[in-house]
C-alpha cells in the first residue's frame, strides 16, 4: 500500500520558537494532503487541505498565520507551527491523497509536539 | 452540515467473540464514502475498510464487515473473532460528495480481554 512519512516523530520545543514537521508521500504523487490535529483522547480535527502548487484551504477557526503549509511538490507538505506555546502542544497527523483515488487517504505516522 | 456519532466511548469484548462498534452519519448529500479506521496506542491512522453510499452490498476486509443501512443512516464495523491486537482506538469517518474533505466521529475504545 502507499505509504506516507513524517518528520519528527516527536519534538519538544520551547514556547516563542517555530517548528516545521515534514509530510512526504513515499511512493505516490499526492495531489491533495490534509492536516489534522489530534488532543488526548479526542477524535481527529482537519485544520487545512493542501493541493500541490496552491495556498491551503484552512478549517474554521484556524489560524493560517501560526500554521504555515506549503504543498510544494507532489510528494511533500509541511505545517509550520509558528512561535508555538504550550497550547499547541498536539499530536499533528498528515494523510494524502490523489485524484484518482478519493476512496483512501493514506496517514503518516503523526507527530508529537510538546511546547515547553 | 455533515455529521458523525459514535456513541460508544469504550467497549469490552471476550477475545475470540465478535463486536459491533456503533456509527451513525448525517447528510444531505446522496453521495458520500464511509470509513472506519483503527488507532493504536502508538497513533498511527489504519485503514480498515470502506463503503461508498451507492454500493449495493455491505463491504467486507477480512475479519471486518460494515453493516451499512442507508436508511438508518448508519455505518456499524462489526469485528468478527477478535483479537488481543484488536485493542484499539476506532474511528468511523465520512467523505461527502466528490471532494477530499473527511470529518471524523469521536471515535471508540476498544478492550479485548483474553
Known amino acids: 500500500g502507499a505509504v506516507v512519512s513524517q518528520h519528527p516523530s516527536w519534538v519538544i520545543c520551547k514556547s516563542g520558537t517555530s517548528v516545521k514537521i515534514e509530510c512526504r508521500s513515499l511512493?505516490?504523487?499526492?495531489?491533495?494532503m490534509f492536516w489534522y490535529r489530534q488532543f488526548p483522547k479526542q477524535s481527529l480535527m482537519l485544520m487545512a487541505t493542501s493541493n500541490e502548487g496552491s495556498k491551503a484551504t484552512y478549517e474554521q477557526g484556524v489560524e493560517k498565520d501560526k500554521f504555515l503549509i506549503n504543498h510544494a511538490s507532489l510528494t511533500l507538505s509541511t505545517l509550520t507551527v509558528t512561535s508555538a506555546h504550550p497550547e499547541d502542544s498536539s499530536f499533528y497527523i498528515c494523510s494524502a491523497s490523489w485524484e484518482g483515488n478519493k476512496d483512501t487517504q493514506y496517514f503518516g505516522p503523526g507527530t508529537r509536539l510538546t511546547v515547553l | 452540515a455533515q455529521k458523525i456519532t459514535q456513541t460508544q466511548p469504550g467497549m469490552f469484548v471476550q477475545e475470540k467473540e465478535a463486536v459491533t462498534l456503533d456509527c451513525t452519519y448525517d447528510?444531505?448529500?446522496?453521495?458520500?464514502?464511509l470509513f472506519w479506521y483503527k488507532q493504536p496506542s502508538s497513533g498511527e491512522m489504519i485503514f480498515l475498510i470502506y463503503q461508498g453510499s451507492y454500493d449495493q452490498q455491505n463491504a467486507t476486509e477480512g475479519r471486518y464487515s460494515l453493516n451499512f443501512q442507508k436508511a438508518r443512516k448508519s455505518a456499524n464495523l462489526v469485528i468478527s473473532a477478535s483479537q488481543l491486537g484488536d485493542s484499539a482506538m476506532y474511528f468511523c469517518a465520512m467523505r461527502e460528495g466528490r471532494g477530499f474533505k473527511t470529518i471524523f466521529g469521536a471515535g471508540t475504545r476498544l478492550f479485548v480481554k483474553a
Open positions: 447528510t444531505s448529500d446522496p453521495s458520500y464514502g
Open positions: 511512493d505516490f504523487q499526492a495531489t491533495t
